[in-house]
């Protein structure tokens, strides 16, 4: 297998079962994840498969992304003892996540208790060409020995949710059918909820067998392979799965065994040369390349890699969980992670994906309706996390950071999604000039929030002002804050933008206006509370001293400074901070006022960004891993070029050397957006001014030589090369196959 160059390699060298590894190791195509376990599937592995959209409930709290079989295993024995590596002296080993083509290989020599040598080399990859097929290929060579090798194929059913965690543990699926014969294996899983079923089928083909034979074991079926080998001699086998789900397909058994025939007619490395070749498209386009920093270069890489991997323009019903395809962290929901963190990557370099996201909103629009409805509130409130259907699926109840069981308000009081929502659909608009999209569902949405927005605001009839009360901002340490900063401004920014929009359709657009407006009921006179909304709501900004307070009451409570770092960079707890009174102080968890200063750069001066910068960066304990990659582009912002290198290396850094601790629970899909936006807001300086206009001010840390990406703007491809003195931007439109 020739594996690419250095630089899109992730490599591990040491053979260890490591969760951090499995979600690193992890494999997704926007349809389908699979953890990065071996193939073995060793005891202690937490192994993970997942369909985009297949949630259940059963004994959860809420809806969980369901934990299906899984269906990459496989086992040798030699003369029908199992070759554990375990129990083996390990003589070669390297692993390795190839990005440029999408696969996850493996190599090892191993040497039994018998001297018995054995070569293993093998890869597997999920398709980008054929987003339902799994496909995995491996050769083994008896170096020294003749005895019989079995090799066991197996799809394991008995696999659950949460596996470490007793009290949370939940299968989500019963085992509705299976067939087994000698020409492929099906299983068929059932979600016990709604009966989502999930259709598994595997054919094997290897070369030069003795036997061949198949096996129920009622949660388990698996198929047993004999080779009587000739020392040195290789043995190759191809292993072609194909798993399709009822939300999309009808008759699974019957369409799974019509793709396993079509896949095996082409065969598997026509195969992966179809995958490699749409990879190769996608990298074309969104590939960053550091010139002087191999770390950073490589890190970055991967952050991208990780967004490509969880995009599938195909589908509109679905969005990516903040753990992506590669965990169950946070239950595989969706939250504003998307919208805010992710979104713009896909805007500038892949805008079918980023439309298809955005559609995900719009047909759960009527979900958050009913939620708004629910609260006592007109239009729509997005709910904080949602999963399948839109509904409001924050857990009631979590573990603080001494495990004592505590409320979660997040699904009550973090409102600032809706308007989230609406500026990733200003921020679409903008770049790719999809007025078709807008007219027919992004303007219904923005219309939507403001009203919400308008119903949500409190009159305070003593101080002739509107507020937003007891309400959780990004900062989720303070609660039941009273007109937190980036809550109410970007409220404000939805009614405003919203009532710019109605103009700029009815006069561009009328007809269109016309249907809107009578869809949902929008009237004129409605609109003149809009305007009194919008021109009253309260912001807690003082603007003869810059400093902005990040709610009411924020300057009074206990102040606490961050002065220590622990060896991964990270802010340590100041001394005497009590970890379930932190409400209390002025610590706060991520990015906040810089967050919004970050969305709307263009409404804050220079001296505004560079005294909160250095105000709330001493206070920021990053426990959000959204929150480095905003103080690296702030940084950058006001140059403070030094702490913003730093702040980038935290956000690219976070899974590779799991900076955050959590990495095992899964990919920070937010991150890896972010990560991409520092490097391009950031170190390449872009911004679209309030004339559209796309404009660069970079700057490149001394030891880089330079920076070059690609980005679409307006429907056009442009390719940006950036060095220490100069930048140069080429049309690549006319070159651009898209």
Not at 151 to 168: Q, R
Not at 376 to 393: F, H, I, K, V
Not at 495 to 504: C, D, P, Q, R
Request: with cysteine; glycine share 4%; net charge neutral.
């Amino acid at each position: 297998m020739k594996l690419s160059e250095e630089k899109w390699l992730i490599k591990k060298n040491n053979f260890e079962v490591s969760p951090v590894n499995e979600t690193i190791f992890t494999l997704s195509n926007g349809y389908l994840g699979v953890r990065g376990t071996f193939e073995d599937l060793f005891f202690n592995e937490t192994p993970g498969t997942y369909v985009a959209g297949i949630f259940d409930k059963s004994e959860s709290q809420v809806k969980e992304l369901v934990n299906l079989p899984y269906f990459w295993g496989l086992k040798i024995y030699l003369k029908y003892e199992y070759l554990n590596p375990f129990e083996c002296e390990i003589l070669d080993y390297k692993r390795i996540l190839d990005m440029k083509q999408g696969l996850l290989y493996k190599e090892m020599r191993l040497k039994d208790k018998k001297n018995r040598i054995t070569k293993i080399e093998g890869y597997r990859f999920l398709s980008h060409d054929n987003r339902n097929l799994a496909l995995m290929k491996y050769k083994i060579v008896p170096e020294n020995y003749k005895d019989r090798i079995t090799l066991e194929y197996f799809i394991d059913g008995k696999t659950t949710n949460s596996t470490f965690h007793p009290k949370e543990r939940v299968k989500h699926y019963f085992l509705s059918n299976h067939v087994v014969s000698d020409d492929y294996l099906y299983l068929e899983a059932c979600t016990r909820d709604k009966n989502y079923k999930v259709g598994i089928l595997s054919s094997v083909e290897a070369e030069n067998y003795h036997s061949k034979v198949s096996r129920n074991y009622i949660d388990f079926i698996a198929q047993s392979i004999d080779i009587d080998p000739v020392p040195q001699n290789e043995y190759t086998i191809n292993i072609y799965t194909s798993i399709l789900d009822s939300r999309r397909y009808d008759n699974l058994h019957e369409n799974n065994l019509k793709e396993i025939r079509k896949a095996k007619n082409i065969g598997i490395e026509k195969l992966l040369e179809n995958h490699k070749k749409k990879l190769e498209k996608r990298w074309n386009v969104a590939d960053i390349k550091i010139y002087g920093d191999e770390k950073a270069d490589k890190a970055l890489r991967f952050n991208i890699f990780s967004l490509l991997s969880l995009a599938n323009p195909d589908d509109e019903m679905v969005s990516i969980g903040a753990k992506g395809l590669h965990g169950e962290g946070y239950k595989g929901h969706v939250f504003w992670d998307t919208e805010i963190f992710m979104l713009p990557f896909y805007i500038y370099e892949y805008p079918e994906a980023a439309r298809s996201f955005l559609m995900y909103r719009y047909y759960t629009l009527d979900k958050a309706r009913e939620n708004a409805k629910k609260n006592g509130y007109q239009g729509a409130q997005y709910p904080w996390e949602s999963a399948d259907t839109g509904e409001e699926e924050t857990p009631k109840w979590g573990e603080d950071y001494y495990g004592n069981k505590v409320r979660i308000w997040t699904g009550d009081m973090e409102y600032h999604i809706t308007a989230d929502i609406a500026f990733s659909i200003r921020e679409y608009l903008r770049a790719t000039d999809d007025w078709e999209f807008f007219l027919n569902y992004g303007a219904e949405i923005f219309f939507e929030t403001a009203r919400f927005w308008v119903s949500r605001a409190e009159y305070n009839k003593d101080k002739d002002r509107y507020e937003i009360n007891k309400v959780i901002g990004p900062d989720e340490f303070h609660e039941h804050v009273k007109n937190n900063f980036y809550t109410n401004y970007l409220a404000r920014w939805n009614i405003k933008e919203a009532l710019k929009y109605i103009n700029i359709i009815k006069e561009k657009f009328p007809e269109s206006y016309n249907k809107i407006s009578r869809k949902i009921n929008l009237v004129e006179s409605e609109l003149k509370k809009w305007k009194e909304v919008s021109n009253k709501i309260f912001i807690p900004w003082n603007k003869t001293t810059h400093l902005i307070e990040q709610f009411e009451g924020y300057f009074k409570l206990e102040d606490k400074i961050i002065t220590k770092y622990n060896e991964k960079n990270m802010p340590e707890w100041p001394e005497n901070v009590d970890l379930t009174k932190l409400n209390k102080y002025q610590l706060i968890k991520q990015a906040d006022v810089l967050m919004l200063m970050h969305l709307l750069s263009e409404e804050f001066d220079y001296e505004t960004k560079k005294i909160n910068f250095e105000y709330y960066e001493k206070r920021t304990m990053h426990k959000s891993s959204l929150s480095p990659s905003i103080y690296a582009i702030m940084g950058l912002t006001i140059g403070n070029h030094s702490k913003a290198y730093e702040h980038f290396l935290r956000t690219a850094l976070v899974d590779l050397e799991d900076n955050q601790g959590n990495t095992a629970l899964g990919l920070h899909a937010a991150s890896a957006g972010g990560t991409w936006q520092a490097a391009i807001y950031g170190f390449g300086g872009m911004n679209i001014d309030k004339d559209e206009k796309l404009n660069f001010k970079p700057w490149l840390p001394p030891h880089w030589k330079s920076m070059e990406f690609n980005i679409y703007y307006k429907k056009k491809l442009f390719n940006v090369k950036i060095t220490q003195n100069h930048i140069k931007i080429n049309d690549l439109s006319s070159l651009n196959d898209k």
